[in-house]
């Protein structure tokens, strides 16, 4: 990866950038898989292993445990959603960038790229906040009764 990598170049999204369309193409595809595959499959794998050991354990009343099996599965799916929403447009656009790189833009349609690149780094920032608010907002009562009572 080092090896792709050449400082200083022009009209590219950062100064230190791929120096060819292959090496380029090559790291956002790595890129891509690091930043989704790899915490998509074992955040949804873990989790399913997760609820299926709930189930197994219930030990309390049914319809308690059925409440939290539901917000569970719910807390699972919006984080999962989630993952993909505001890390899959980085990627997408990281490739597009690369295969338009040898395209003559204008300097608006550079500048528009520029910004699409910026607004897409905030978000996996974004996403690395948003399970506190998904496990307090979608979590139900018994989460956030759980959260006052490490609170205060």
């Known amino acids: 990866m080092l090896y792709c990598y050449k400082a200083n170049l022009i009209n590219t999204p950062l100064k230190c950038y791929g120096k060819t369309t292959a ?19 074992p955040m949804a794998v873990l989790g399913v292993l997760t609820l299926s050991n709930i189930r197994k354990r219930r030990s309390s009343t049914k319809t308690t445990m059925e409440k939290i099996d539901r917000y569970l599965r719910r807390m699972l799916l919006l984080q999962v959603i989630s993952l993909i929403l505001l890390i899959f447009p980085q990627a997408i656009h990281k490739v597009y960038f690369t295969m338009s790189s040898n ?12 910004f699409l690149y910026n607004f897409e780094l905030l978000l996996p920032f974004i996403e690395s906040a ?12 018994v989460f956030r009764n759980a959260l006052e009572k490490l609170l205060f």
């Open 23 to 41: 090496c380029r193409l090559l790291t956002d595809i790595i890129y891509s898989c690091f930043t989704i595959s790899f915490p998509l499959i």
């Open 103 to 114: 395209k003559n833009k204008s300097q608006m349609q550079y500048d528009f790229d520029r």
């Open 130 to 141: 948003l399970p506190f608010y998904i496990y307090t907002l979608a979590g139900g009562k």
